[in-house]
């Protein structure tokens, strides 16, 4: 069972039909259910803690595929979120999710299985094109999993795509559901990472670092291929032992060889998130550095501080192992160069260093 306590479920009217909708069901007969509409004038008083504890569950008719926003003058990869659920259980005090969405509550889209066939369809469609896919975006693709099932129903079709692959990023260690299945094919598990500092003091309810690395060897031990997110890097006082703990903890639980790729980027943000972040986790340090708005609108630190920090964190993961896959994201050429030792050049170069990844790994 899922460790986020969840306080009450709103059902609105019509997804009684659909496979999510049982499996919760199953999962949360003791907690309070009411319809969505009748509880509509307590749904304000769930804002400060933006409805975290109230699981919502709702039929979704938007786009389900979308590419990733990216952001503009920066080198993206070329990712497509799949929107399954929009916020996230777990509290870190950096996260963009709490400027991004004006409905609160934990809502996740009960008609998943039932719209997958679009999906699989554009894939096949497409048999040239590599569909790198993930749930992590707009909630942690595993915090849930417990509850809702989405590993029993992405896994299975998911693995038979070989023009796909689905990443499952988290924080969380629920990764019971995912080790009962037989596929290993196509799917990636990863986590995101930072020091033991930040991972204590501002990813609020997620699990310690070592139990992050645990997971991802238990998973590695399973067969399954890993990944992970350094992001967002944040400076702090004595970041570079901080940072050194992590990759230690890394290279005493995990295989290199298996990690298909590892991501870095630095805390950024657009600027009214600041006063959310103010307001809501009014003892963090986050917001301690020295930021400049970019070409973007968002903010990031000072290109210098930047640069330091994919440095030092290039030059020590690559002593532990040459071939990770390591990139940037949401960067720009020049810091890629030099920070790197090399650029993609562009959104389509980091898309096809990313694309090799995929058919080193799985064919
Ligand atoms: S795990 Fe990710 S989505 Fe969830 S609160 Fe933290 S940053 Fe936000």
Redesign the pocket.
């Known amino acids: 069972m899922a460790s986020f306590s969840i306080e009450r479920v709103l059902v609105e009217r019509g997804v009684e039909q659909y496979r999510i909708f049982s499996h919760v069901r199953e999962r949360t007969a003791e907690i309070p259910q009411s319809n969505s509409a009748k509880e509509s004038d307590r749904m304000a008083g769930d804002y400060p803690d933006m409805g975290k504890k109230t699981l919502h569950l709702l039929e979704y008719n938007g786009e389900l595929l979308k590419p990733c926003p990216g952001t503009t003058n920066h080198i993206c990869c070329g990712y497509q979120i799949l929107n399954v659920a929009t916020n ?1 259980p ?3 005090s950096y ?1 963009i ?1 709490q400027s991004y969405f004006n409905e609160p509550n934990l809502r996740v889209f009960t008609n998943l299985a039932e719209r997958l066939e679009e999906v699989f369809n554009l894939i096949e469609n497409n048999p040239d094109k590599i569909f790198r896919i993930g749930t992590g975006e707009f ?2 693709s595993l915090a849930l999993d417990p509850l809702i099932g989405w590993t029993d129903i992405l896994v299975p079709p998911f693995s038979k795509r070989k023009n796909a692959i689905l990443e499952l990023k988290t ?1 969380t260690v629920h990764i019971e559901k995912l080790l009962a299945l037989r596929e290993r094919d196509q799917i990636i598990v990863s986590w ?1 990472l930072n020091s033991p500092t930040i991972a204590a003091t501002e ?1 609020h309810r ?1 699990p310690s670092l070592k139990k992050r690395i645990e997971a991802a060897a238990a998973c590695q031990s399973e067969g399954f291929l890993v990944g992970f997110h350094f992001d967002p890097l944040i400076p702090h006082p004595n970041w570079q032992d901080d940072y050194l703990k992590t990759i230690d903890l890394m290279a005493r639980f995990i295989d290199p060889a298996r990690i298909i790729w590892i991501s870095m980027g630095s805390f950024r943000f657009m600027p009214p998130l600041k006063a959310v972040i103010r307001q809501r986790h009014p003892h963090t340090s986050v917001l301690d550095g020295e930021f400049v708005r970019g070409l973007d609108g968002k903010m990031r630190y000072f290109k210098p501080i930047r640069m330091e920090l994919y440095r030092f964190m290039r030059e020590h993961l690559e002593a532990w192992h040459n071939d990770l896959g390591l990139y940037l994201c949401m960067e720009s050429d020049e810091i890629w160069r030099r920070t790197m030792g090399w650029t993609p050049k562009n959104t389509e170069g980091l898309s096809r260093f990313l694309d090799e990844r995929v058919k080193k790994f799985f064919g």
């Open positions: 996230c777990l509290d870190c996260c999710l909630t942690d924080k995101s990813e997620a």
